[in-house]
């Protein structure tokens, strides 16, 4: 009880703190930009203010107040509407024609129970999956939060309805909101903090009780207002092959590539944030033919919640929340996850980077992620970046860089620069003056033999070229096929990180037999590289791994994802 009384001061502590400064909401703002949110008891209300569900108007008052009444009392009135009991003594009174199982009319309950029944079991499926090894998750009273949220909304916004993935961004908003929870009239005021009574009322109608999943609702509403088209599925086709031109074609395939809001994103994270602040990882991404989508569709989509461990994934969300509500500083904090981990892509091939941007690796304090971020989207961007021990950063931090190769003077043979296939000059063969060639003795053949020879030989390559041309049409078909069915038609199709990691190397096959990819090495070298990478991230991991929610590394995936 005693440990209890000082949480409750503590929190009261922390409200007037942040809450009852007359600053504009300055303090609140900061404490969110650098990690002060942790265990303070007010994240969720903090929160709530980011993701507008009290008015912007500073400090608390009576309009936060209204608006919770109104907002909340409105989310009571749409469980009432659309969770439809067609047993229910109401519903005895319409006529028969309508209120019997095999009713096809809109206006029937139970047609309307049996499509609430759909939309349930698929929402369900997620839910039974969220945290398998967190006993909140487990509680049937939070599963049953859950669903009613997420119907709630897939019913509000019928053009989007549900998609897989939400559930990721519901599970920490209603876990926060649970754990801060106060019970109204029940909070007594500490002298020592001085609330006035007016301020202990706020702070209880804030984070009552009574109505922690109705304010999970309205944040999850806040969170998609500005997320909703990033899980549209728009139009998400594969992107041109360099085969289509070759076939005549004067338009590149799939004209409505990108036409995706969330590839669109992805694309302008990697070729145009990325290029600009890391020049030789932009160019080595580029050059293995990497699409950004392929990993990142999940880091922007999910919130990073995929990528980190739960009280991570909080500190991380202070900061994006905190920024703005436009979510635009998941930007600049993906292109900061990508310079953290640039040694490791730099070193690797097509096949090793899609893995470690599929599994990114434990970090101590992802805090970093956020500070990093918002030095990167500001002006001064330009000026030194700090990066944390043993990661290799860029020689310099220029838009694009020189004519002359600046970044590459000091170590020529650099894995940069061997990856991305700048093979240096090979050593002159101009005989020096004075030099005798070597005495040869040349041998004859008929003219005859040579030339059968040289025609023989012409008609190898050309059926070779024949061949490949035809693989390459081929692989560009199944290419086709396959991205479509599991990014359009059934964006809830399980497994679909290792479905998505097959179809980046089946692309890169296509593209090699395409020849715009080299062939990969020899392979006692792919064999000797892979061992010595086995090496150096069990090092790595046993120098600062910690568990998740699920009881494996930050960096595995506990779920699948709609990529």
């Known amino acids: 009880c005693h440990a209890a009384t000082h949480a409750l001061m503590s929190v009261q502590s922390h409200y007037k703190r942040f809450f009852c400064a007359s600053d504009g909401g300055a303090a609140l703002k900061d404490a969110a930009l650098t990690g002060k949110l942790q265990n303070t008891g007010v994240r969720g209300a903090a929160?709530?203010?980011?993701?507008?569900?009290?008015?912007?108007?500073?400090?608390?008052?009576?309009?936060?107040?209204?608006?919770?009444?109104?907002?909340?009392?409105?989310?009571?009135?749409?469980?009432?509407?659309?969770?439809?009991?067609?047993?229910?003594?109401?519903?005895?009174?319409?006529?028969?024609?309508?209120?019997?199982?095999?009713?096809?009319?809109?206006?029937?309950?139970?047609?309307?129970?049996?499509?609430?029944?759909?939309?349930?079991?698929?929402?369900?499926?997620?839910i039974d999956r969220t945290y398998p090894d967190q006993e909140f998750f487990q509680l049937p009273s939070t599963k049953e939060a859950m669903l009613r949220i997420l119907f709630i909304y897939a019913r509000q916004n019928p053009s989007l309805s549900y998609r897989q993935g939400m559930h990721e961004l519901l599970a920490p908003i209603l876990y926060t909101?649970?754990?801060?929870?106060l019970v109204r009239g029940q909070t007594k005021a500490d002298l020592d903090v001085n609330l006035t009574q007016e301020e202990l009322q706020m702070m209880e109608t804030l984070m009552d009780a009574d109505y922690t999943e109705h304010d999970a609702y309205l944040m999850l509403y806040g969170i998609l207002a500005t997320t909703a088209p990033w899980f549209s599925s728009g139009n998400v086709s594969p992107a041109p092959a360099p085969a289509a031109k070759r076939l005549g074609t004067d338009q590149p395939a799939?004209?409505?590539?990108?036409?995706?809001?969330?590839?669109?994103?992805?694309?302008?994270?990697?070729?145009?944030?990325?290029?600009?602040?890391?020049?030789?990882?932009?160019?080595?991404?580029?050059?293995?033919?990497?699409?950004?989508?392929?990993?990142?569709?999940?880091?922007?989509?999910l919130l990073l919640g995929r990528e980190f461990h739960l009280e991570d994934l909080f500190r991380i969300w202070d900061g994006l929340f905190g920024y703005s509500q436009d979510m635009s500083l998941i930007d600049y904090i993906s292109v900061a996850m990508l310079m953290?981990?640039?040694?490791?892509?730099?070193?690797?091939?097509?096949?090793?980077?899609?893995?470690?941007?599929?599994?990114?690796?434990?970090?101590?304090?992802?805090?970093?992620?956020v500070e990093q971020g918002i030095h990167l989207a500001s002006p001064n961007w330009r000026k030194t970046i700090v990066h944390p021990p043993g990661t290799n950063a860029p020689p310099n931090n220029s838009a694009t860089p020189s004519h002359s190769h600046s970044h590459s003077t000091t170590n020529n043979t650099s894995p940069a620069s061997i990856l991305s296939h700048e093979h240096h000059p090979k050593p002159s063969r101009t005989r020096d003056a004075g030099t005798a060639l070597p005495s040869v003795t040349p041998s004859y053949k008929p003219a005859v033999e040579i030339g059968n020879t040289i025609?023989?030989?012409?008609?190898?390559?050309?059926?070779?070229?024949?061949?490949?041309?035809?693989?390459?049409?081929?692989?560009?078909?199944?290419?086709?096929?396959?991205?479509?069915?599991?990014?359009?038609?059934?964006?809830?199709l399980a497994l679909v990180d290792d479905v998505i990691l097959s179809l980046a190397q089946l692309k890169q096959t296509r593209d090699i037999l395409c020849g715009d990819?080299?062939?990969?090495?020899?392979?006692?070298?792919?064999?000797?590289?892979?061992?010595?990478?086995?090496?150096?991230?069990?090092?790595?991991?046993?120098?600062?791994?910690?568990?998740?929610?699920?009881?494996?590394?930050?960096?595995?995936?506990?779920s699948t994802s709609q990529d």
Request: glycine share 2%; charged share 25%; net charge negative.
């Open 47 to 126: 929160w709530r203010y980011f993701l507008s569900v009290v008015p912007s108007d500073w400090p608390p008052s009576k309009k936060w107040t209204d608006r919770l009444t109104q907002e909340r009392g409105r989310y009571g009135a749409l469980l009432a509407e659309y969770l439809v009991d067609p047993r229910a003594p109401e519903a005895a009174e319409l006529d028969p024609s309508l209120n019997n199982p095999l009713s096809q009319s809109e206006d029937s309950p139970w047609n309307r129970f049996f499509q609430n029944a759909e939309l349930e079991k698929t929402i369900n499926q997620d």
């Open 177 to 181: 909101v649970h754990t801060e929870k």
């Open 254 to 301: 799939h004209d409505d590539f990108n036409s995706n809001p969330a590839v669109q994103r992805c694309k302008r994270i990697q070729q145009v944030l990325l290029r600009q602040r890391d020049h030789e990882l932009y160019a080595h991404l580029e050059s293995l033919k990497i699409e950004p989508h392929l990993y990142m569709l999940r880091w922007i989509r």
């Open 340 to 369: 953290y981990i640039r040694g490791q892509l730099l070193d690797r091939d097509y096949s090793g980077c899609l893995t470690r941007l599929f599994k990114y690796p434990p970090v101590e304090d992802v805090g970093f992620f």
């Open 455 to 492: 025609e023989a030989l012409r008609a190898e390559i050309r059926s070779l070229k024949d061949t490949q041309l035809q693989m390459s049409q081929q692989l560009e078909q199944i290419v086709s096929t396959f991205q479509k069915v599991v990014l359009v038609e059934h964006p809830t």
């Open 517 to 558: 990819l080299p062939p990969p090495p020899p392979l006692w070298v792919k064999n000797s590289h892979e061992s010595l990478e086995k090496e150096k991230d069990k090092a790595h991991a046993s120098s600062s791994s910690f568990e998740d929610p699920l009881g494996a590394s930050s960096s595995q995936a506990s």
